[in-house]
């Protein structure tokens, strides 16, 4: 009796020692990415990282937003065991980018801001470099290739110098050759830099179909903020290499103080009275009386509208007109950098596109 | 991964290049080509060198196959050059191929391009009447030692490349470097002819070890000095692979 109690108990113990290793195992990979403090010096005196704290959860699209210079790249290198950081360190898929570059390097798809395939060969040929640098069986190799380009939507121009193709085709090239060997985790840096509006949305397509299909994780880089608000679950804001806030894009929006309506009325038509009840209604945090228009700051302004209309019909005064404004990425990049990410952006992007088009001619 | 796998990717990669597009192999071909049909027959025509009873253009044959041998690989390090300046490099390092066996890859691999340049010259050596030893297991001898010292001097110029930051200053570091060893070796000129301070630097410059390897093999059959030769091109092939790949992060970052 005495031992059949013990060995069950031994059994509840191994049972609970497995449990401790399984959560162990989760703790350890709670985070994707996860860097703590840090810094890069490039030539002893560039500071391009100054104490950079980020944790990505699994599973994720996550985007780190900037303006160009603001250390994007450089954090992206060093995640991805190119370089090593000055101070700090940082673990990917639970390998740290130093000790266990090796172990990071069989998990982790790539594609680099510039170009990064060989135009003197064809797209297949590309592809078939990597999949023997990589390590795929040669069993495995040309159906898993054929397939990647299908997939891409390449295949009638798989035997052509990657030369002739376009900017669109080169990036779908390198994301495909990223993808070969179904990656746990995505590297993007800049994925659709000097791509024409088409082709972008064509890129992340076959990127959010194939993040569907696998669950991997995807850390991209990008200055374009309408690219972070689409397709990112949840946004990091870098600005002179340090991150300055990180959530979700509606958590970064509302933190920049919620939505605005402004209502144009006719003059003198909202007395005070109504005026507190317009700051009554469900989700309005402001209000606000111009000479002739009424503005309404709201948490949710779509929702707050209605409520605002009745009361102010109720009072008599006659709106003329009714614009919403959302805040913007670019509201939340002022408020948390100091300084607009748009303006910044335009010079340098065409200056790339153009290095772009050379290098691909 | 395995390095001699990877290598081999590389030379693969190299290949497939050269198919696509053979002009740079062409183009390069003509200086060489332009040392045997004219500075040859003139200068041979002077008999002012003892050759020991070697026609001089037969003598100087395996020179300038060396010689092209080693621009070629030099100029192969620009493409490194590129490749930092494109994505390519990034990629490559986010690749599980360990980081000295992309520069030994690299560096293998132009010996490609190398072997291809000696079949465009070598018919035109004999088109000219240069007499070559008989013995296919010789001539595949010369490839494989241009083969492999053009590995050398390809990681010699991964090395230049990581100290150079732009392609216009390599260029020029490019040639400042092979004209000198190419003068300084047994290529045009017997090492017994050279005064002494020229004798004792050609005899650490591995293109003298190169030159006499191939010609042993290529004109005169006499293999006495080959087993030398090739362990002095061992030497440097892998000296030059350790310093460029302890270098080669200076190209990463």
Redesign the interface.
Known sequence: MEGLRLSLGGAAGGAHLKNISCHAFSTLMEFAVDARGIVKV?EKTSRALDGVDLQVRPGKVFALLGPNGSGKTTLM?IL????PPTEGHADVMGHDTVRES?AI??L?G?????????T???GY?NML??A????IPSEARRRLIDDSLEGIGLSDAKDR?VRSYSGGMIRRLEIA?ALLISPKIL?LDEPTIGLDPVARKAVWDKLTSFKKDFGTTVFFNTHYMDEADLYADEIGIISRGRIITTGTVAELKRSVGGEVLVLETESNGVDAATLEMVRGVASVRDVALGESELAVIADDAETALPGVMRILGNSGAMVRKVSMSAPTLDDVFLKYAGTRLESGGRLSDVSRVRKTIR?GG | MNPIKNMLVMVELESRRIRHDRTEIYTRAVQPVLWLVIFGPVMGALRAIPTGGIAYTDFITPGVLVQSMSFVSIFFGLTMVWERESGILKKLLVTPAPRYSIVVGRSMSSGVRSVFQALIIIPVALLIGVRIVPNPLYFIGVLAVLFVSSGGFAATSILIASLMKSRERFMGIGQAIIMPLFFASNALYPIEMMPPILKALSSVNPMTYIVDAVRSLLITGDLAQLPLDLAAIAIFDVAMFIIASASFKRIIE
Request: aromatic share 18%.
């Open positions: 490039y290198r991805t065991t190119q370089l090796g390097r069989g982790v790539y594609v680099p801001q510039e170009m990064s395939v060989w003197d060969l064809s040929e470099i990597y023997k640098i990589y390590g110098l050759t590297f290098r």
